[in-house]
């Protein structure tokens, strides 16, 4: 039998070895984490106590910065404000010029105008002075043409009807020229119209003139008698125009004279139109040359539809071919 110094373990104990073999893992283990979290705790305050330094010490420098970007700030916008006074008090210059330069434009326009409008002014002035010696002319002409009252024959006023109608024509021809444009002739053209609106000159009905003025055999009575107008055949209808203006003195009817009119036109001149088939107008009424008065019948004592036409000149008959310019 083999002795041995070793003691020998009994199961009992073996056990109780086990366990504080255990226990010593355990406590060993548990030292190992509180060590972890000591040095992690520690390093966690280390790391925070660090940036709160970092944090403290970027403070004045953050402020250092934002002062620098501000006296930046401060000074590029004065730069800014500098320039900008710059190109505004050389646009302003600029502008200055441009004005100056239109005003200067627009006072020697206004001077130009002003010439112009002198010169025309006294364009109008030699033009109204030149109109004026030209209607005192034509008037004058016009005066010349008329009769006086010491001439008032037949025969003076033919000469006159014969004048103005003459100028009449005349004074038309010239206003289709451009020289009319500059003158106003309107005047002498009314004292032609209103002198010749009093005087027999227009052609009271158009047609054949069957019998003259002057002695003739009576076309119904076989007898020689007087002729005191003429005779003008036309269509019964036909209108009879007043021969000048005037006022009707008569208007109505005779056995001889059938339906008849008689208008006084002042100047010693009296017209008589006779035979009319219809009668226009009433004695006292105002009629203008031209107007409408009649139609041409055969009433009276007449052979056909004609149109008897008389001119007095102071109650003497005088021949109405003579004055039947139009």
């Known amino acids: ?62 402020a250092q910065t934002q002062n620098a970007l501000t006296v930046r700030l401060a000074e590029q916008k004065s ?9 505004l008090e050389q646009q302003l210059v600029h502008e ?43 008037m004058a002409n016009f005066d010349d043409h008329l009769i006086s009252r010491s001439n008032s024959s037949a025969d003076g006023f033919v000469e006159e009807a014969s004048n103005l109608i003459d100028l009449s024509r005349r004074l038309n ?7 009319a444009n500059d003158l106003d002739l309107s005047e002498y053209k009314q004292a032609i119209d209103n002198r010749l609106l009093r005087l027999p000159t227009l052609r009271p ?25 003429i005779d003008v055949v036309a269509s019964a209808g036909t209108s009879i125009r007043a021969a000048a203006s005037g006022y ?10 059938g339906n008849y009119i ?20 009433k004695s006292g009424q105002t009629v203008e040359k031209g107007q409408t008065i009649a139609t041409v019948g055969s009433t009276g004592a007449s052979t056909g539809p004609h149109l008897h036409y008389e001119i007095h000149l102071y109650g003497t008959p005088v021949n109405p071919t003579r004055f039947i310019m139009d």
């Open 262 to 281: 008689k208008i006084s036109h002042g100047n010693g001149f009296t017209t008589v139109y006779m035979h009319c088939q219809r009668l226009h107008v």
């Open 205 to 229: 009905v158009y047609g054949r003139i069957s019998s003259g003025f002057g002695y003739r055999t009576h076309p119904i009575y076989r007898y020689r008698h007087f002729h005191s107008g």
């Open 173 to 179: 021809q010239f206003s289709q020229t451009e020289d």
């Open 96 to 138: 200055q010029e441009i004005a100056n330069t239109l005003a200067l434009s627009i006072e020697k326009q206004q001077n130009a105008i002003e010439q112009q409008q002198s010169a025309l002014e006294q364009q109008q002035a030699e033009m109204e002075e030149l109109e004026t010696r030209i209607l005192s002319s034509l």
């Open 248 to 257: 009707v003195t008569e208007a109505g009817y005779h056995s001889a004279m």
């Open 79 to 87: 730069f800014c404000d500098a320039v900008e006074k710059i190109n």
């Open 1 to 62: 039998m083999v002795r041995s110094d070793s003691p020998v373990l009994q199961p009992a104990n073996r056990k109780g070895s086990k366990a504080q073999l255990f226990m010593l893992k355990m406590r060993l283990t548990a030292l190992i984490f509180m060590i972890f979290i000591v040095i992690g705790t520690a390093t966690a305050a280390g790391y925070y106590i660090g940036s709160q330094e970092t944090v403290q010490a970027a403070k004045p420098l953050q």
